[in-house]
């Protein structure tokens, strides 16, 4: 079963403005991942938040997450055409039993149209 | 990640062969795992390896089976391809070892694009 699930579906903006991916789960986690996957290539890692951490950045990217809510968000600032991927986020549930699995959601297609 | 490399990268087969799927990586790392990713949907975790001796099913392994044939080296087999196991795989690794515990963010190659027809 999917643990995250990722909102919008799709997102459709133009260059220069903010993109904002939103992520919900299920159960306690351990950490939470977003990656990025453009067309048909593999996935790649773009930043983790570990379960007592509210918020990260790396470069232009912004996450937050509230473990009260089972929630986190992607922040892109200042979106470039080049950002245009599906980005998913992945949970590390609790417990682990020894192995952070990670489980994937469906994913967020975002378009920056330039 | 040219780290993570997956042979073929393109297969188009018929129901009821045999296809063995590769994947190497030079990362040194000693977990790896196996994935398939369907339209719309998440990666899915077909099997995972902890080290060479070490396999474990994930998810959905029925109709699969995988050999690790070395610390870089992970296949994934079809023994008799079916035309719904057409999808995205994808091989990933990560470092769980002290001091580069990394709460497993994995490393993925550029996945392999399987039809049956």
């Known amino acids: 079963s999917q643990q995250g699930e990722e909102d919008p579906q799709a997102l459709s903006i133009q260059e220069g403005e903010n993109a904002t991916m939103n992520c919900s789960y299920k159960?306690?986690?351990?950490?939470l991942q977003w990656y990025r996957q453009n067309s048909g290539r593999g996935l790649v890692h773009l930043i983790l938040i570990r379960s007592n951490e509210r918020e990260k950045h790396s470069g232009r990217l912004r996450v937050t997450l509230d473990t009260s809510k089972k929630s986190s968000s992607l922040l892109i600032t200042a979106s470039r055409a080049a950002d245009t991927a599906s980005y998913f986020c992945?949970?590390?549930?609790?417990?682990?039993?020894?192995?952070?699995?990670?489980?994937f959601g469906a994913g967020t297609r975002l378009a920056v149209h330039p | 990640d040219a780290d993570v490399t997956q042979t073929p990268r393109n297969r188009i087969t018929k129901t009821g062969k045999r296809i063995m799927l590769e994947c190497s990586q030079t990362?040194?790392?000693?977990?790896m795992y196996w994935y398939r990713q369907d339209p719309g949907l998440g990666l899915r975790l077909i099997y995972y390896s902890f080290d060479v001796k070490d396999i474990n099913k994930g998810e959905i392994s029925d109709g699969y089976s995988v050999s690790r044939q070395a610390q870089a080296k992970f296949s994934l087999s079809l023994e008799s391809a079916i035309p719904n196991q057409t999808a995205l795989y994808f091989c990933?690794?990560?470092?769980?070892?002290?001091?580069?515990?990394?709460?497993?963010?994995?490393?993925f190659g550029p996945g392999t694009r399987l039809t049956v027809l």
């Open positions: 159960t306690s986690i351990n950490n």
């Open positions: 990362k040194g790392h000693d977990r």
């Open positions: 992945a949970t590390a549930p609790l417990p682990s039993g020894g192995y952070n699995k990670l489980i």
């Open positions: 990933a690794t990560s470092d769980e070892r002290e001091p580069n515990f990394s709460y497993n963010e994995q490393f």
